[in-house]
């Protein structure tokens, strides 16, 4: 879900809508660029700027980029400027312009520390990083930017609706970086590679204990210090699996495992453990 400037940023458009009259007058209709540099420069800020919110209104993310960098360019010193180059920022944002978008507000943090709206500079920055997350299969270093931008956020500005959100994406975002380390683990562990595996498990049990993948990376740890003989890891970790996740058709799986006769659940999950016995006879 897409974010909206904060209501500082917005002008009711009852109020303003003689103003974008004549600032309109200046650009063709289309989305690539404004007619005239000279015809905005003739323009007064507050109209330049009641045309770009008028834009963003249309969804015509282009043009309102045009409108507000008019209001910096032509009226830098204007009261208006420095809420225009925040708009501009979020006209990038919404166009998926993601690096022209960061660029904008790194300005606007570095030049308005103090401004009224610099928790939403800070939260849309972070927005900007974790809109571009990828798959978990892919690489995870967006992943990683993301995490800590919306870290900084929470850290900055705890008391704001902007902290609540980002906490919720830090989660999600922690979802999926361990979710990598489980595909990354699960590689390693169907090409006989226990100790690599291992080591991809045990990160996902210790760094992302929140994340919904601990309870497969016990079992799959479980799986693992069976099949090299193990026996007292792999039940200390199948306990742990069924303190914390009784219920689990993972921690079934495991017990399956470690007591003869028992079944494993139900579903089409069949671990490595199974499979290379199947592979080896």
């Not at 980029?65 to 920022?89: C, I, N, Q």
């Not at 705890?158 to 959100?165: E, F, G, K, N, Q």
């Not at 069976?226 to 200390?236: F, H, P, Q, V």
Request: glycine share 6%; proline share 5%; hydrophobic share 35%.
């Amino acid at each position: 879900m897409r974010t909206h400037p904060p209501s500082s940023l917005r002008l009711s458009l009852l109020l303003v809508a003689p103003l974008w009259l004549s600032a309109c007058s200046a650009w063709d209709g289309k989305d690539s660029s404004l007619t005239s540099q000279a015809a905005l420069a003739a323009e007064t800020p507050d109209s330049l700027y009641a045309a770009g919110m008028d834009s963003l209104k249309q969804q015509r993310y282009a043009q309102a980029k045009e409108f507000f960098d008019a209001v910096e360019r032509e009226h830098p010193y204007s009261t208006w400027a420095t809420g225009a180059s925040l708009m501009s920022a979020y006209s990038d944002y919404q166009r998926n312009r993601y690096t022209e978008a960061i660029g904008g507000l790194n300005r606007f943090i570095q030049l308005h520390p103090g401004h009224r709206d610099i928790a939403y500079a800070y939260y849309l920055r972070s927005l900007c990083y974790y809109e571009q997350i990828v798959d978990s299969q892919r690489d995870q270093k967006g992943t990683e930017a993301a995490l800590a931008q919306l870290q900084e956020v929470v850290n900055r500005f705890p008391d704001t609706s902007y902290a609540r959100d980002a906490a919720l994406k830090i989660d999600l975002a922690r979802d999926h970086l361990a979710g990598r380390e489980m595909e990354i683990g699960r590689f390693y562990q169907g090409r006989n590679l226990p100790q690599a595996a291992i080591g991809r498990f045990r990160r996902v049990v210790e760094d992302y204990q929140t994340t919904n993948h601990v309870p497969e990376a016990l079992h799959r740890l479980t799986e693992i210090y069976i099949s090299l003989g193990l026996t007292d890891e792999a039940r200390k970790t199948a306990s742990v699996l069924g303190h914390n996740y009784p219920g689990s058709p993972w921690y079934q799986d495991s017990y399956a495992l470690l007591v003869d006769g028992a079944p494993p659940a139900a579903g089409d999950r069949p671990g490595f453990l199974r499979r290379s016995f199947d592979w080896i006879f």
